[in-house]
């Protein structure tokens, strides 16, 4: 992180490293000089950042110095260069917004000049230089055309049964949907004349061109033959058990399910679904179906369909015939007086990421968050809570916002929930020997820069953490623990010297998911006195809090709820937690350390804030937030979290 700006334009000025020659130097302030003819900066803050750029040893870009002097952020440049064009070449904007230097844009140019006949941008995400996801998108602002990701469930098929199977072999383009007389048409390169030509003979010349990366085309298309091939007899509708199952996925699918449970009753077979973290009767079918829909998942999830007396594994990867939307499965079989019940995770590898400032943290424990702990090069992050807090979520969040070209990011997962490109994730398999103990003995000799564990569960595996640490890697992971001390002391427990986790452990954060109110039905809401008795407030603690609770309506499914909050609590360790962690003191004194040192605030009083902000209803609060302290006053709260 560069060092404040002066007080004359945000807090006082700090002693900066001397510069240093650089090989890669740009000089280029095009875009800057937009964001102040926008307004985003002063003339006063672009010499300021000028004049750091000079000092820096590192050649960095002004846009990147905004970034850094919290200046501009990513939304701001994103949609600044949308609305505004730029007469600048591609190479030439790469470099001023700091994607790639100069000499790699230069070594690029010479690569293109020395008879590569491909385009510069082809040949920038051939060599590593850009990913090509963040290439498209600059591509797309400079050019004015929307970018688009296109998936195989979202487009229109009839249109794509238009093209040709040779034009999508033979050219880098597919049809994504119908704009009034128009045709939207995602282009690999929108700038190549033959796939325009080519789209104009099957479309004609009523086309909006926009801009999708290559692999996402080739993708949808490969996806859409596979689909194409199916024969007649593997189509199955809702009267066949086959039927019932897809029927079932795809549900699951458009409804946004965690997970699905198939239980076997006394007198039916119950399926329901948890959605929202709350679970919810999906539909009830006879029991007679019970043992075949057991056999169908059995045969999906590669199990042993003669073994009804023992619990079962499996994993299911399906695709839809019907959205060709594709879907992981964890299924566990578990045998009960009723016969099989079949519990399913859906893990949609597809599923999108959130980005860091958006899963959901107060901006002033986010700030906290990424400059003390994920800006560190060595230590580890432990991410706790219970089963379906959003640990895995909020991991790779931080794991996306720290993938760059010049990070090795490896990860031993069981199983991989997010794909992301660039970062070499490995999938647990027992059945084939590839054990997680197996998998940590080898990662550490892959060179890696970022290790990422998808749980803590043994001491081999903490130890290791340790040692990772130890010789200067970042390390991600989770813990299934209610709150942050415990994490902390769960480690001890483990036999894990005090010494070893103070000098290694930079932060545990942990985490819960609530229920979203619903906009549509949210009313305002009054404590009642035994709630306030509950929380420990007085009516002026809440002073100036909108609580809100939601009565139910078509667009909530009659539930008041509509999606779920991230709930936070922050623990950074810090010299006197350190020395507490040392002396092994109690979790009293070690959360009452943290909250008067560090700045905690706690999971309740997090809550208590978002529902005060009426994202969140306050019941709910009270019924799934461990409460270990009395909370603070809301004022006090707000000015904790930056609010």
């Known amino acids: 992180m560069l060092e404040p700006i002066p007080s004359a334009i945000r807090g006082p000025q700090q002693k900066l490293p001397i510069a240093k020659p650089s090989l890669c130097s740009a000089d280029g302030d095009s875009v800057a000089r937009l964001l102040v003819e926008q307004g985003l900066v002063t003339e006063t803050q672009l010499r300021y950042a000028k004049r750091v750029k000079a000092k820096l040893v590192s050649d960095r870009s002004l846009i990147e110095i905004f970034q850094e002097l919290q200046l501009l952020t990513d939304r701001q440049l994103n949609q600044i260069l949308k609305e505004q064009s730029l007469n600048l070449r591609v190479g030439d904007l790469l470099v001023e917004l700091g994607h790639i230097r100069q000499c ?134 809702d009267s066949t058990v086959i039927g019932i199952v897809n029927s079932l996925f795809d549900d699951a699918m458009q409804q946004g399910v965690s997970d699905i449970h198939v239980e076997p009753m006394k007198d039916r077979l119950r399926i329901r679904f948890r959605r929202d973290g709350v679970l919810g009767v999906h539909k009830e079918i006879g029991l007679e179906l019970a043992a075949p829909l057991a056999t169908r998942l059995k045969v999906m999830a590669e199990a042993d369909i003669a073994e009804r007396r023992r619990h079962q594994d499996g994993r299911i990867l399906y695709e839809s015939p019907v959205t060709g939307m594709s879907l992981d499965l964890r299924v566990s079989f578990y045998v009960t007086v009723h016969g099989e019940k079949v519990v399913l995770r859906l893990l949609n590898k ?155 452990v930079s932060c545990l954060l942990a985490q819960r998911l609530l229920r979203r109110i619903c906009l549509h039905c949210s009313t305002p809401y009054t404590p009642t006195p035994d709630e306030y008795r509950r929380i420990g407030y007085t009516h002026g603690d809440l002073a100036g809090a909108n609580l809100q609770i939601g009565h139910g309506c078509s667009a909530c499914r009659f539930t008041g709820y509509m999606g779920r909050v991230g709930i936070f609590e922050l623990l950074t360790l810090n010299d006197d937690l350190k020395e507490a962690v040392l002396a092994r003191k109690t ?5 009452r350390i943290s909250i008067e040192t560090s700045g905690l605030v706690t999971l309740l009083e997090d809550g208590i804030a978002k529902a005060a902000r009426g994202e969140v209803a306050l019941p709910e609060v009270l019924q799934r937030l461990p409460r270990s302290v009395k909370p603070r006053p809301l004022h006090e709260l707000r000015r904790l979290l930056g609010e």
């Open 104 to 237: 790699e844009l230069d070594a690029a140019l010479s690569i293109q000049q020395d008879g590569n006949s491909k385009k510069l941008g082809a040949v920038l995400v051939e060599y590593g230089f850009i990913d090509e996801h963040r290439l498209m998108e600059i591509l797309a602002s400079k050019l004015g055309y929307p970018f688009v990701e296109p998936v195989l469930a979202e487009i229109d098929r009839e249109l794509l049964a238009l093209v040709p199977s040779k034009v999508l072999s033979r050219h880098s383009f597919i049809p994504v949907t119908r704009d009034k007389d128009h045709i939207v048409i995602a282009f690999a390169d929108p700038l190549d004349l033959e796939d325009h030509e080519a789209a104009d003979r099957v479309f004609g010349r009523k086309i909006i061109p926009a801009i999708g990366t290559r692999q996402a085309i080739r993708e949808v298309i490969e996806l859409y033959r596979r689909g194409a091939r199916r024969s007649a007899a593997e189509v199955a509708d």
């Open 350 to 504: 597809k599923g999108e990421l959130l980005d860091i400032e958006d899963i959901g943290m107060a901006p002033r424990m986010l700030r906290k968050f990424r400059d003390d702990s994920l800006a560190s090069p060595s230590g580890i992050i432990v991410v706790t809570g219970p089963t379906g807090a959003g640990k895995t979520t909020t991991l790779y969040s931080c794991v996306n916002s720290l993938n760059n070209l010049e990070a090795s990011i490896i990860t031993a997962e069981e199983p991989v929930e997010y794909v992301i490109d660039g970062i070499s994730q490995c999938s647990i398999n027992p059945k084939i020997g590839l054990t997680f103990t197996e998998t940590l003995r080898h990662i550490v000799r892959q060179d890696p820069d970022i290790i990422v564990m998808g749980e803590v569960r043994d001491s081999f595996s903490a130890e290791t953490a340790i040692q990772a640490a130890l010789t200067g890697h970042l390390v991600l992971t989770t813990f299934h623990t209610e709150d942050t001390v415990g994490g902390v002391l769960r480690l001890l427990n483990m036999g894990i010297e005090a010494f070893l986790i103070a000098s290694t």
């Open 587 to 591: 979790v009293q004194e070690i959360r």
